[in-house]
Structure formats: structure tokens, C-alpha cells
T-cell receptor, first 116, second 115 residues
Framework: SQTIHQWPATLVQPVGSPLSLECTVE??????LYWYRQAAGRGLQLLFY??????ISSEVPQNLSASRPQDRQFILSSKKLLLSDSGFYLC???????????????FGAGSRLTVL | AQSVTQLGSHVSVSEGALVLLRCNYS??????LFWYVQYPNQGLQLLLK??????LVKGINGFEAEFKKSETSFHLTKPSAHMSDAAEYFC?????????????FGTGTRLKVLA
């Protein structure tokens, strides 16, 4: 069976410090990978998605970047955090091949980032 | 452009009462629609999915949703609310772009169940 792991679960960082959130998927190959941010009262905002190693699509201009150094690894980074980067970050995966029927999105447990 | 709108950011029901959470979608092609549930400080868990096979979709924990094309709706219902149903619920639409899938979520509805 497939599993998705995110870490760290909780992070408190000062403004201007760097960030690295990591996500890995087990039990599948060539997954599509996604980073979402959840801010209070704003639902889930798609930040980045990736269909393969080194292939990153950005949805919104922002202070964050993403990388996919390995097939099942997805990293969310920032060089200098802003207060507005605080939120709950969720990694998710879905099967890479387009198929008929519902290819569902499966989420990790999330990483809560507080920038002070 | 594809999108979903959830009416009501907060819904309160009494235990044992009907749960109705509203979702309307906008899509230029037949949509794939989903409902997810989120408990505090956790990731999202799939409740059910619509894939065009049947308009009435049954999910986990007694939830179901009906796809109504004429109303562009995919409302989530449960006949009798339980205290454990208190959570945040998200409607989502999936569409294809550049050879892959993107999933767009609504802003969520927080369900409160009153004893």
C-alpha cells in the first residue's frame, strides 16, 4: 500500500530564516506531487505541483519554491521567511498516469509553520 | 475555468439531525468531484468521489452526495449527524491540464454538531 510522509509536523521559525519542508511517498512510482497551503478561513491554495523529477509548476508567485530531487521526494523551501508564510502546509500525491475514473488525491498529515 | 464554491463557512446541526453541506462547481467539461474531511491538525481524508458512473455517490461514515448537472451542484448529506462528524469539509474539482491533473478546493465548511 502507498503511504505519504511529511516532516516536520510543527515548525516555529523567525522572520528571515530559511525553510525546508519534506515530503516522501512510498509504495508507488512516478506519482504526481502537490504542495498546498491552508491559511485560516482561506481553504486550500495550490502552491506547486510536479509530474516528474525536476519538473515543477508554480501556481502563485510567492516567497516559496519547490524541488523534486528524486521520484518520490518533494521539498518546499524558502530562503527568507515572511510573517505571511505562516500556515498549514499539506503535501499530496496522485497517480501519475492519466486514467479514466477518479484518480484521487491523497494527503500527508501536514506541517504547521509559525513565523514569528 | 474550473472552480468550486462552498456556501456557508460554518454549519451547526443538532446530533441526530440531517447534515447538508453545499457545493457548486464551475467546469467547462464533465467534472470529477470530491468531498474531503479534515479533523483538527490533520491532513484531508477522502469521503467520496463522483466519476460520472452514478449521480448518487455513497462514501464513508454514512455520507453521500448527489451530482446534479442542471444545478451544477454536488451537495454532501448525512441523514443523522453524530458528534464525531464535527470537522471541516472540503469540496474539490479535478481537471486535466498540460497532461496532468490539478485539484482545486473550495474554502471549506466547518461542521459543528450540538449535543
Amino acid at each position: 500500500s502507498q503511504t505519504i510522509h511529511q516532516w516536520p509536523a510543527t515548525l516555529v521559525q523567525p522572520v528571515g530564516s530559511p525553510l525546508s519542508l519534506e515530503c516522501t511517498v512510498e509504495g508507488t512510482s512516478n506519482p504526481n506531487l502537490y504542495w498546498y497551503r491552508q491559511a485560516a478561513g482561506r481553504g486550500l491554495q495550490l502552491l506547486f505541483y510536479s509530474v516528474g523529477i525536476g519538473q515543477i509548476s508554480s501556481e502563485v508567485p510567492q516567497n516559496l519554491s519547490a524541488s523534486r530531487p528524486q521520484d518520490r521526494q518533494f521539498i518546499l523551501s524558502s530562503k527568507k521567511l515572511l510573517l505571511s508564510d505562516s500556515g498549514f502546509y499539506l503535501c499530496a500525491w496522485a497517480r501519475g498516469r492519466l486514467k479514466s475514473g477518479a484518480n484521487v488525491l491523497t494527503f500527508g498529515a501536514g506541517s504547521r509553520l509559525t513565523v514569528l | 475555468a474550473q472552480s468550486v464554491t462552498q456556501l456557508g463557512s460554518h454549519v451547526s446541526v443538532s446530533e441526530g439531525a440531517l447534515v447538508l453541506l453545499r457545493c457548486n462547481y464551475s467546469s467547462s467539461v464533465p467534472p470529477y468531484l470530491f468531498w474531503y474531511v479534515q479533523y483538527p491538525n490533520q491532513g484531508l481524508q477522502l469521503l467520496l468521489k463522483y466519476t460520472s458512473a452514478a449521480t448518487l455517490v455513497k462514501g464513508i461514515n454514512g455520507f453521500e452526495a448527489e451530482f446534479k448537472k442542471s444545478e451544477t451542484s454536488f451537495h454532501l448529506t448525512k441523514p443523522s449527524a453524530h458528534m464525531s462528524d464535527a470537522a471541516e469539509y472540503f469540496c474539490a474539482v479535478r481537471f486535466t491540464t498540460s497532461g496532468t491533473y490539478k485539484y482545486i478546493f473550495g474554502t471549506g465548511t466547518r461542521l459543528k454538531v450540538l449535543a
